[in-house]
Each structure stands twice: as C-alpha cells, then as structure tokens.
T-cell receptor, first 115, second 114 residues
Framework: AQSVTQPDIHITVSEGASLELRCNYS??????LFWYVQSPGQGLQLLLK??????LVQGIKGFEAEFKRSQSSFNLRKPSVHWSDAAEYFC?????????????FGSGTRLSIRP | EPEVTQTPSHQVTQMGQEVILRCVPI?????FYWYRQILGQKVEFLVS????????KSEIFDDQFSVERPDGSNFTLKIRSTKLEDSAMYFCASSGQGSAGEQYFGPGTRLTVT
C-alpha cells in the first residue's frame, strides 16, 4: 500500500538559513507527489507537485523539491527561510493516476524559525 | 483565483447530534473529497465522490457518515450521530477532469463534539 514517511516531527532553523525537509514514499510505480503547507488554523496550500519530467520542481514561495526514484524520496528545500515560513509541512502521494484518486499524507513536519 | 469554500468555519455540537458540513467546490471541478485531521495528527482521507456517487471511501467513513451533492454547487458531509472522537478539522477538496490528483483544499471546518 502507498505510504509517506516524514522522519522529522519538528525542525527549527534560523531565519536566513537553508532548509531541507525530508520525505520518503512507498509506491509501486512512478508516483504523483505533493508538498502542502498548513499555517496555524488554516487550510492546506499546495506548494508544489511532481507528476513526471524534470525531477527538480519549483514551487511557490521559493520552495523546490527533488524527486529521487532510487531513494524513494521527495525532499523539500528552500535556500533561505523567512519567519513567515513557520508552519506545518505535509508531503503527500497520489494513490492513483485518475482524477478521483485520493491523496495520502505524511504525518507532517513542524517548522519553527529562530530569529 | 477560484477557491474551495467551506461553512461553517467552526461547529460545536453535542454528542449524538447530527451535523452537516458544507462545501462549495471550484465551479468546473468534477471530483470531490472529504478529509479530516484530528488535532495534532495527519490528514486522513474519508471519501471521494464523482458523478453523483461515492468513488472510494476509507474505513473511517462508516454508516454514520454520508455525502451528497444536493445541487450544482454544494457538496455536503453529514454525520448522523456525532461522537467525541469525531472532533476534528474537516477539509473539503475538489479536482478537475484530467488533473491527475491535483486537489484544491478548502480552509476547513473545525468540528467540536462535546
């Protein structure tokens, strides 16, 4: 069955420092992969997605992620974080290729920013 | 930019009561979903809906839950007899034809069962 693992529950980085959030997935074929961000009390906003093609995908707010099939990973990166990036980040995998397919979420990584 | 909306933003109800959570998906989308997130936990899939019928449902989505698209714009989730453990944030999502799983989420309804 499909699954997503985010090994880091909570990460704290200094403002201006680089960031990498880890994500590993389990899926039998080439997956559809997503990163969502959730600010406190808010809904889920799509940061970026990978369907096929270039394994380095660019998203909103200066985020990028790299799909590595050999490592079953889809890590999220940002070269310089801002205080407004403090939020919960969820990695997710599409459970199929049709429009009706559900999304399976990881347990999330909470990002705190040190001034 | 079109967005998914949900009402109410917060619902408080007593155990055993029925609640209906409402969602207005993006207007040209055809696929609709409900997810829930218990406080401090991951987002979990409940149900997907297409062409006026359920496409898939999770183990969580038992007989106490039902979904409906009563008109051309709304998509509702009904919980017939709420339990304390139903307290959670409920997210509605929608996607378009050929979107390959790219779902747009609403802001959520926080349900508190007392």
């Amino acid at each position: 069955a499909q699954s997503v693992t985010q090994p880091d529950i909570h990460i704290t980085v200094s403002e201006g420092a680089s960031l990498e959030l880890r994500c590993n997935y389990s899926y039998g074929a080439t997956p559809y992969l997503f990163w969502y961000v959730q600010s406190p009390g808010q809904g889920l906003q799509l940061l970026l997605k990978y369907f096929s093609g270039d394994t380095l995908v660019q998203g909103i707010k200066g985020f990028e992620a790299e799909f590595k099939r050999s490592q079953s990973s889809f890590n999220l990166r940002k070269p310089s974080v801002h205080w407004s990036d403090a939020a919960e980040y969820f990695c997710a995998v599409g459970a199929g290729y049709s429009s009706a397919s559900k999304i399976i979420f990881g347990s999330g990584t909470r990002l705190s920013i040190r001034p | 930019e079109p967005e998914v909306t949900q009402t109410p933003s917060h619902q408080v109800t007593q155990m055993g009561q029925e609640v209906i959570l409402r969602c207005v998906p993006i207007s040209n989308h055809l696929y609709f979903y409900w997810y829930r997130q218990i406080l401090g936990q991951k987002v979990e899939f409940l149900v997907s809906f297409y062409n006026n019928e359920i496409s898939e449902k999770s183990e969580i989505f038992d007989d106490q839950f039902s979904v409906e698209r009563p008109d051309g714009s709304n998509f509702t989730l009904k919980i017939r007899s709420t339990k304390l453990e139903d307290s959670a944030m409920y997210f509605c999502a929608s996607s378009g034809q050929g979107s390959a799983g790219e779902q747009y989420f609403g802001p959520g309804t926080r349900l508190t069962v007392t």
